[in-house]
C-alpha cells in the first residue's frame, strides 16, 4: 500500500521569507499524481497545487512550487514570499493513476506558522 | 463552484447514540468519501461511493457504516458513537473519471462523544 511521510509536524516561517515542507511517499507505481492541500482555521481544504508524476517539469502556481524528485520519491512545496495568510495545515496526498475512483492517500501533516 | 455541505459544524452526542452526519454535493459528482482527521494522525479514509448505492471500506471502517441512496447524497452512520469517535470528520467528492481531479471538500463536522 502506498505511503506518505510528512516529518515536519510544525514549521515556522517569517513573513515574507521563504520555507519548504518535505513529502515523501512509497509505491511501487511508476506513475501517479500528487498534491498538496491547504487547510487554513476555516477549516475548508484548498488544492495549493499539483503533479503528474510522468511531467518531469515542477508545478508551479504563483508563490507555490514543488521540488518532485521521482527517483527520491520526493515531493517537497516551497512557499515564497510568506504571508500571514498562508499560515495553515499543509498536507501532502498521493493518488494512484488506475482509476478515477480511487482515493487519495494523505499525510500526517505539517501545521506552518507566520511570524510577523 | 462545487459546494460540498456537511449539515453539522459542531456536533455533541452520548455514548451508545447513533449518529448521522451528512454530506450533499451539487454538481452531480460521481465519487464522494468520507474522512476523519485527527491531531498527529493527518485524514484517514473510512468509506468512500464511486456511484448510487456503491460503497467501498477505506482504512478505519470499523465502528461506521455509510448510506448513498441519491447521488448528491452520501452519509455517514455511528450505529453506537463511543468517545474513541470524537474526531473531526471531513466530507468530500470528485467527478471521477479523471485521476488528477481535486476533491471538493465540506468544511468538517468537528464531533464530541461524551
Known amino acids: 500500500a502506498q505511503t506518505v511521510t510528512q516529518s515536519q509536524p510544525e514549521m515556522s516561517v517569517q513573513e515574507a521569507e521563504t520555507v519548504t515542507l518535505s513529502c515523501t511517499y512509497d509505491?511501487?507505481?511508476?506513475?501517479?499524481?500528487l498534491f498538496w492541500y491547504k487547510q487554513p482555521p476555516s477549516r475548508q481544504m484548498i488544492l495549493v497545487i499539483r503533479q503528474e508524476a510522468y511531467k518531469q517539469q515542477n508545478a508551479t502556481e504563483n508563490r507555490f512550487s514543488v521540488n518532485f524528485q521521482k527517483a527520491a520519491k520526493s515531493f517537497s512545496l516551497k512557499i515564497s514570499d510568506s504571508q500571514l495568510g498562508d499560515a495553515a495545515m499543509y498536507f501532502c496526498?498521493?493518488?494512484?493513476?488506475?482509476?478515477?475512483?480511487?482515493?487519495?492517500?494523505f499525510g500526517k501533516g505539517t501545521r506552518l506558522s507566520v511570524i510577523a | 463552484d462545487v459546494k460540498v455541505t456537511q449539515s453539522s459544524r459542531y456536533l455533541v452526542k452520548r455514548t451508545g447514540e447513533k449518529v448521522f452526519l451528512e454530506c450533499v454535493q451539487d454538481m452531480d459528482h460521481e465519487n464522494m468519501f468520507w474522512y476523519r482527521q485527527d491531531p498527529g494522525l493527518g485524514l484517514r479514509l473510512i468509506y468512500f461511493s464511486y456511484d448510487v448505492k456503491m460503497k467501498e471500506k477505506g482504512d478505519i471502517p470499523e465502528g461506521y457504516s455509510v448510506s448513498r441512496e441519491k447521488k448528491e447524497r452520501f452519509s455517514l452512520i455511528l450505529e453506537s458513537a463511543s468517545t474513541n469517535q470524537t474526531s473531526m470528520y471531513l466530507c468530500?467528492?470528485?467527478?471521477?473519471?479523471?485521476?488528477?481531479?481535486?476533491?471538493?471538500f465540506g468544511s468538517g463536522t468537528q464531533l464530541s462523544v461524551l
Open positions: 468530500a467528492s470528485n467527478p471521477g473519471g479523471s485521476t488528477n481531479e481535486k476533491l471538493f
Open positions: 509505491t511501487s507505481e511508476s506513475d501517479y499524481y
Open positions: 496526498a498521493y493518488r494512484t493513476p488506475y482509476s478515477g475512483n480511487t482515493p487519495l492517500v
